[in-house]
């Protein structure tokens, strides 16, 4: 155990931070659930691109920096602590790229991860459909090869597709054979969103903005060369996808670091208030604690894998970690800022605290999405745990 | 002894809600969001027909002289539908506070206002600096305002306001601008520091009710969302995670009612131990209902989180409610000085002495 | 709503009050888990029993005074004010009793009732079976009637049965008929344990103390007349019994704002070193709140009741609050007590902090007994706010 | 950077693993709350011969010099037996204090004890005034004793002592009296407080360590306790609510181990971060004792709450943990004095830089 950055390390960091300063926007972007945000952001992606930092753990040839895990995360704790847009291709990079990397074909990799990697191509998931929630595996929608056996011809529903609004392409999972059921029969199929047969209907969120969509599928041709992984064995490729989701990379803990500090200022600046409920001091340092702790895992997971190793069951434990951690941050803030914790971002007397509401807001999807933590909680008890089923 | 509601008090709850739950309805409700003001004239001449807004008025102001007490079960029942107007806050907050007045210009006051109040001729707000905002300035005909140690009454000519979106789009909250004069002063000193506590602790009762008919709004929603919802072939009401998910909630709620009724009789009865009750109700409701919000919404699953599936209507009033009349850390602070008090009246035996 | 007491309500709670201040004994009993203790336990019901305390809502000619639910909570809070005895005949006077009250024959209510009231017989309950403990439908201990129909011929295992070390009846369901299966063909069924082929084998508790043990039945003769309701119809007796458990008697509110009260006392005699821990003095406060809020709702409860109303499924969440509320004091007090927290009571260095450790090793079993808590929230979600089982 | 224990320490720590679950059963643990002692010499020998005396022992003083950071895995493990002998509480904080002595006399002292450890012909136990009670005193060849800024070594016959009983039977805690006089001082003044502070440390750390341990025995046992037992016809692991229970236990305990390990590392190198790294291991590993042994409880049934079910021995040690060396409220403190702090060195990219 060596808990000192090399000198390379070092080095990098340095200049990350460097570029960062450079070229991080002064004003932050409008939210990427709007139209001219997610253009914003869209165009974020293409300047980080330029600098090679659109997803940097990637080969050169794929416009990355072929970086290891390690600066991965110096990486990402430059990048919050610079207070840089969130990514709004995070389902391409984070979850899509390091499937196609496993599963992808030469082509399908040269196609597809520079388009991420670039900007050029923004991704949302098409997994859930209005009756295949927490169960995924009653996936409806069918996918049928063509006669000339070109195309698979969609036809069915998804939902809760995030960003799918304005995204160019979905990933997902369809039924590619009619006859099966559950786990099996299904494939990942990779979808252009401006094929003729689709419709996306947005459904707007708690804040009234449209960061997810329902997205219908009507004879939808798709070339056959957008599979990915073998026909009908759809299952075991998605699980690597939401191995990656629950794992490593959805959620930087750099991210949770930089609310706990931004929560300690708040305490700070309201101190006199703050400490008159007696909880609130406790739940402020709570927050330090977790949020280093789930740092601390991380670097020990990214160490781990960086020497070869794999992740395992327990990584599940991660997604209900870090969305109850988030929440509760939240709520701290939320009672440190009293009466006027409810005013949304633009009220006259809202002065910034509006940035907690909307985080307050969002958060509370942290439990539900990418698998409940409900569904986290039955995993852990029998993958991790080794409990009867 | 006697800790329950009359037939009568009850049968009046139920015709009430009866009333509220098929006129104030989600759909209803997001059309006010629509509207530029956020409320409806028709809606209040409804609750003024039923007689709500003249409940608490005193019978020599025309009105039907009710207590906190009579009062609190409708207060519930208004939170259970959201309803979007301040009934709650001029029925237990401004009627008490206009008819505590005293003097002449006290006199005169309650003269012009109390009787427009019943008929519902008339909206007043109280505005005290511990909400930092005033409720439903837009549509107040008075606002009664606190500077200090001081209560002012003004007409909507002597004061202009801006609004402060609120997360729940059907609370209207507004900073005043606005000047002090002796033209205005209703009270001050001790008077007017015995006037805000009042106001306080009804207010907090107010909100504290509500937040037990949202809490069971949030469970009678769910309750039917997980019993339709299938997943893995059965309704994800049936599984057990679920299950105990809202019996966590029931649990909390079935303890934090009583402690809101005996409040609302201390405050009718001006109990000494009012504040104490009060806080405790308040610390009470608001908990559970911030319980209910948090697993109903998980109940609900990525649907809770739509602006389209109505939970969020009662969920968000849930939470603003938590520091509402009084933040947390205020009420905690209440009951410690009632319980670390020397010779404080607790154990076995003290509830009802106090 | 009228929340004074009537003169008469006045004038009982006096009389209670001088009957305990001239009774109680200025020792506390030993531990009714020890066999002294037991005994010395014995006696005090013998001289409750005397001053026709025994169970004051019984009619007189049963050892009672025809008290209502209300004098019974007031007598409950001076009882626990006084720091009078643990009742050590609650299972006879808190749980057969009302059941009998409900089920039995005139006889058996002469016979029965009256033995409880006088403290001579001291009942324990013979439900859970190794392999019935929250399924308690499983159970298979078999009742056969003789041939000459006199006698009930009892064999199989009871276990969990609290203070069965010294008690002198037992009561519980057996099964009587022996091809029924789950809640069908039990009886309930009273069974004295001096008859042959009893034996009781002792459970040590997390104290190290016999509080509970296990009941041996082979070929026992049991008379039929100690049949309480129908035979084959014991479920249904049983669940009465099981209401009023989680109901108005098991515990009452006195005892817990007792401890609230004690609670407030320690940390006020602390405070200094407890309000280091912000959590403490909202834990202190809680449990005030909360040991309130359980008064209340018993007192309105009991005002329903004596106005005909009926106990409903809301009395599932009785039991909940309570063990919950129970275990949360005490370990409030254990972080006031810190180091000392662990001393047994007559280590030189406790100086009564053992109490509060008692306190706490009995509160773990608030949850589990009389049903688990897990078992009450699949009741509450079942029975009170209606969800699919 | 590399945040991962070597193939060499994992490897020691699966033979110390091995050798601690098959001798020190429940067995073995029950027999010995039968002896006067309550120690086992037998039990040391073993120990010793395993190497564990020696470990942090200086080479130069025949030991094995190693660190907190390699016996921190070992510490663990001996959580996972509930261990009852005074192994962690030698190697961690006894013997790196006397290894600190300086001076002349500083020298003798640990000639003459520190090879004697090694070779598990002595047992010494320090007794700071924080933790109250000193542990083992009985079977202590020497004991160092706080007495404010100054620390004294006593041998038996300086001192008497008396048994204060723990809930948890394996533990032996006593009051001593002793006088102190100069030819026991050892240390005193800042070097003194500086030896005390590094204890505290050093003690805090080991019982972080061994409530891992000690959490992941309890899950251990009722995970399969939960297989066997069966109710409403199959196994009652297969609940969901015995699941999320179990569950819950499993993610905070997987969010404690690294905080330990950051901070055996952070003592064995002397950073600066050593006092609040250790006072977060500490309250997190308690933590999840804690709740381990709460919702383990839950799991068993009346099963858990009886002297012959052998989780009592894991639970009472986690419950008498989350106060011994330094009570929840100091550990906070620290925490807090770290956390708001002018400048902290807290938020992304601090966590190896203090």
New interface residues.
């Given amino acids: ?6 000198e390379q ?1 070092v080095a990098f ?1 340095a200049e990350v931070r460097q570029w960062l300063a450079d070229n991080v926007p002064v004003e932050p972007l409008p939210s990427f659930d709007t139209a001219e945000g997610f253009q914003a952001h869209r165009e974020w992606e293409a300047k980080l691109y330029e600098g090679h930092w659109g997803m940097i753990t990637w080969p050169e040839e794929m416009g990355g920096r072929g970086a290891d895990l ?1 600066q991965w995360l ?1 990486f ?3 990048y ?2 610079a207070g840089a847009p969130l990514r709004v291709n995070q389902n391409g990079i984070f979850l899509l790229g390091p499937t196609m990397m496993e599963y992808g074909t030469e082509a399908q990799k040269q196609r597809f991860l520079t388009g991420m990697a670039t900007g050029k191509d923004i991704w949302c998931q098409a997994w ?1 459909e209005p ?1 295949a ?3 995924m595996a ?1 996936i409806r929608a069918k996918a049928e090869l063509s006669n000339d056996g070109q195309h698979y011809i969609i036809n069915g529903q998804k939902t ?1 597709s995030t960003r799918a609004v304005w995204a160019d392409w979905a990933f997902g999972m369809f039924r590619t054979d009619p006859e099966s059921e559950r786990h099996r029969g299904l494939s990942f199929i990779l979808v252009p969103l401006d094929l003729e047969g689709i419709s996306v209907r947005p ?4 804040d ?1 903005l449209p960061g ?1 969509a329902e997205i219908f599928f009507d004879n939808v041709k798709v070339p056959v060369d957008c599979l990915l992984g073998e026909e009908d064995k759809g299952w075991s490729v998605a699980m690597a996808t939401a191995g990656f989701e629950r794992g490593l990379m959805l959620r930087s ?3 949770f ?2 609310t ?2 931004r929560l ?1 200022e708040l ?2 600046e309201n101190q006199a ?1 703050a400490d ?7 739940a ?2 709570k927050a ?3 949020a ?6 991380t ?2 997971t990214a ?2 894998l960086v ?1 070869g190793g794999k992740i395992g069951p ?1 990584s599940s ?1 991660n997604k ?2 870090w969305s109850e951690l988030d929440r509760d941050m939240h709520a701290t803030a ?2 440190i ?8 971002a ?5 002065e910034n605290v509006g940035n907690w ?1 909307d985080g307050w ?1 969002f958060s ?2 942290g ?3 990418a698998g ?3 569904i ?3 995993i ?3 993958r ?6 | 002894m006697n800790f329950t509601f009359t037939e009568d008090q009850l049968l009046f709850q139920e015709s009430v809600r009866d009333f509220l739950v098929n006129e104030v309805t989600a759909e209803s409700i997001r059309a006010l969001w629509e509207t530029d003001t956020g409320r409806s004239d028709a809606l209040w001449e409804q609750l003024t027909e039923l007689g709500l807004t003249a409940m608490t008025v005193p019978e020599a102001m025309g009105g039907l002289g009710m207590t906190a007490l009579d009062f609190i079960l409708i207060a519930q029942e208004c939170g259970y539908v959201a309803l979007p107007a301040p009934l709650v806050h001029i029925a237990l907050v401004a009627v008490p506070l206009l008819d505590q007045l005293s003097g002449d210009s006290g006199e005169a006051i309650k003269q012009q206002w109390l009787p427009a109040i019943a008929e519902g001729r008339a909206k007043v707000m109280v505005g005290l600096e511990q909400n930092v905002f005033v409720e439903d300035a837009h549509t107040a005909d008075l606002l009664i305002l606190q500077k200090g140690q001081a209560l002012y009454a003004l007409t909507p000519e002597q004061f202009s306001y801006t609004l402060n979106e609120s997360v729940d789009p059907s609370r209207k909250l507004y900073s005043i601008s606005w000047q002090t004069s002796d033209a205005n002063l209703i009270a001050e000193g001790g008077q007017a520091q015995c006037l805000i506590d009042g106001a306080m602790n009804r207010g907090a009762l107010g909100v504290a009710a509500e937040a037990l008919g949202l809490s069971q709004r949030m469970i009678d929603m769910t309750v039917s969302y997980t019993a339709d919802r299938q997943q893995f072939g059965k309704p994800i009401g049936s599984f057990q995670a679920v299950k105990h998910l809202m019996a966590n909630v029931a649990v909390k709620l079935e303890f934090s009612k009583t402690p809101v009724y005996k409040a609302a009789y201390a405050v009718a009865e001006q109990l000494l131990s009012a504040n104490v009750n009060v806080s405790h109700a308040k610390l009470a409701a608001t908990e559970v209902a911030q319980l209910a919000a948090k697993n109903t919404m998980q109940c609900h699953g990525a649907m809770g989180y739509t602006w389209e599936v109505d939970l969020q209507i009662f969920m968000k009033k849930a939470w603003v409610y938590n520091n509402a009349w009084g933040v947390v850390s205020w009420h905690q602070g209440r009951v410690s000085d009632f319980v670390f008090a020397d010779q404080a009246a607790i154990g076995a035996g003290s509830t009802f002495v106090a």
Same sequence: chains 1, 3.
Avoid at chain 1, 1 to 6: E, I, V
Avoid at chain 1, 203 to 206: A, T
């Fill in positions: 155990m060596d808990l000192n950055y090399t390390q960091r390690l110096i990402e704790e430059e919050y602590a859930s009756n929630g927490s169960d009653a809760w459904i707007p969120q708690l009234g997810f803990p750099a991210r670091q930089q706990a500090k300690v305490y700070k208030t008159a409920d007696p909880a609130v001091k406790n402020v340092i330090y604690m977790d280093e702790a789930y740092t601390l895992l670097y020990q160490c781990r020497q327990e434990t209900i970690f939320m009672s800022l009293g009466a006027r914790a409810e005013l949304l633009h009220a006259p007397a809202a509401l807001l509370q999807s439990p539900i999405y409940t933590n409900e986290q909680r039955n852990i008890a029998e991790m745990l080794g409990m009867p089923r």
